[in-house]
């Protein structure tokens, strides 16, 4: 109950298309939901967040779109750009019960964009 | 701002020995967590720390084991390290709050030969 599936596994995208990585959650009590993306020997960073009291939420190319009664989420990259071309992970985390920063993650997308 | 800093960046060691792995997070957090990357497993939570105390821990052997200091740096002890320990290591630093952003670190590679 406390995983968090991702998919797909890979992703190769032509430049300037639309990039789309989908999770899926089984666990209810998550209440914040952030996308990370890491580059080759990098930590992940933060690319963008949502709380279940919110269908969708973009900053700039990057589209957050959340279905709690199908307890899925996905992230949109539009425009996508060769610089794009990293890993990318969903998580969630129960934060306002457990007041805890524990994150669980998806298994991560590798997403290639093509010039 | 200085980031999370993790030291050592790589670490080779032998099957059986133990190994400590230290974490700076950023001034001003005081919640620092611990997670194991590997191709196979993905990201997995080991423990939380914060002000000092175990808030939080992962499905991992009494192996792995943390502390927290006075100025919110951060250490992790693997001891008796077997093949499958290796992996890149990541700490990430936030502040307390619900939805902060957790930031990471660039990791400890560790390999166990």
């Known amino acids: 109950q406390q995983q968090v599936k991702q998919s797909p596994q890979s992703l190769i995208v032509q430049k300037g298309g639309i990039s789309i990585i989908n999770c899926a959650y089984e666990?209810?009590?998550?209440?914040?939901f952030p996308w990370y993306q890491q580059f080759p020997g990098k930590g992940p960073a933060l690319l963008i967040a949502i709380r279940p009291d919110v269908s969708e939420k973009k900053e700039g190319r990057f589209t957050i779109s959340f279905n709690k009664s199908a307890k899925q989420f996905s992230l949109h990259i539009m425009d996508s750009q060769p610089g794009d071309s990293a890993t990318y992970f969903c998580a969630a985390k129960q934060a306002l019960s457990s007041n805890t920063g524990k994150l669980i993650f998806g298994q991560g997308t590798t997403l290639q964009v093509k010039p | 701002k200085a980031g999370v800093t993790q030291t050592p960046r790589y670490l080779i060691k032998t099957r059986g020995q133990q190994v400590t792995l230290s974490c700076s997070p950023i001034s001003g957090h005081r919640s620092v967590s611990w997670y194991q990357q590997t191709p196979g497993q993905g990201l997995q939570f080991l423990f939380e720390y914060f002000s000092e105390t175990q808030r939080n821990k992962g499905n991992f052997p009494g192996r792995f084991s943390g502390r927290q200091f006075s100025n919110s740096r951060s250490e992790m002890n693997v001891s008796t390290l077997e093949l499958g320990d290796s992996a890149l290591y990541l700490c990430?630093?936030?502040?307390?709050?619900?939805?902060?952003?957790?930031?990471f670190g660039q990791g400890t590679r560790l390999t166990v030969v």
């Open positions: 666990n209810t009590a998550f209440d914040y």
């Open positions: 990430a630093s936030s502040l307390e709050g619900f939805d902060t952003e957790a930031f």
